[in-house]
């Protein structure tokens, strides 16, 4: 399937993984950094509970160290969702926080953060890339073209996963892609579960084009009226939607295989929210799509065995 908006991604995705060099090490209170693990165990727990899942089936080195990155996303998105005052600032004062080589020991999410950025070599280059990403919220609200959604998505949700692939451990280059079209993935399935409660804060991240070509206005998601042409609209988003988890997934065999059924439960458990949208005749209005604790137990057996037998995608490499 062609993209047109994935080179631009592949691009940045490059430049953010050429930004990786050496950091400079500091001695940290063991006590203080426990804490710190905690606090960001604590923070997945209470806001995802899909990956807090996820993040409990890798080693436990690769755990704290996921939660850890989960807390630095979270942090960042919340600046831009939650505080009062002057939002800029805010995330400005937090950048420098969270993206230097020696933390302040009484900011718990900084200093597991910035431990676990320096223990795996996560690159600064994709972080710095995040932040920039949630900082859109700040300025952009509607987005013209699925390309300009894709480039939103890159941001917030495909920095993410090219930041875990460090952490899982990846066989090279040639994962990038992959990582990069499961990010986007990721997040539309948050654009379409989201509908609603965007609109409310002031936002719509569907594709003002695509949602013409359906005879859709913003009068259309005021209101939260259920019809044929939202109906159709929603289909023909979670059908794309579907086949980019589909191209994204033979990825996860490029990644070490400790790691493999963590990153498919995360995967397959939010692609099953698309399965509870249509449920429910894609109404986003006035519900908050999910799957169920017992939902996500009667798939993880399959999810395992999925994982255990991935066949490893054909790279450029394998043709020469």
Known sequence: MDHNWENRLLEWAYEGLESNTDPEYAELDEQALKQAYDHCESLIKTH?????????????????????????????????????????????NWRKRA?????????????????????????????????KGVARDLTTTRYATFDDVTEYC?????????????????????????????GVALQLTNILRDVGEDWGIGRLYLPQEELSAFNLTEENINAGHVDHRWTDFMRFQIE????????????????????????SAAAELYRAILEDIEAHDADVFGRRAY???????????GIWWRSKNLERPLVLQDID
């Open 240 to 263: 794309r939607n579907r086949r980019l988890y589909s191209e994204a997934l033979p990825g996860i065999a490029l990644l070490d295989p400790d790691g493999r059924f963590a990153i």
């Open 291 to 301: 799957v169920s604790k017992w939902g996500k137990l009667r798939r993880l057996p």
């Open 99 to 131: 993206l230097v080589d020696i933390p302040d020991e009484d900011d718990p999410v900084a200093l597991a953060w910035t431990h676990t950025r320096i223990r795996h070599g996560i690159p600064l280059g994709y972080a710095e890339q995040l932040i």
């Open 48 to 92: 995802s509970r899909t990956f807090h899942m996820a993040s409990a089936l890798l080693p436990a080195d690769k755990r704290r160290a996921a939660r850890a990155l989960y807390a630095f996303c979270r942090t960042s998105d919340d600046l831009v969702d939650c505080a009062d005052g002057d939002l800029q600032r805010g995330l400005g």
């Open 154 to 182: 890159y941001g917030v949700a495909a920095t993410v996963g090219l930041m875990v692939m460090h952490i899982i451990g990846f066989s090279g280059p040639e994962a990038i892609p992959y990582a990069v079209k499961l």
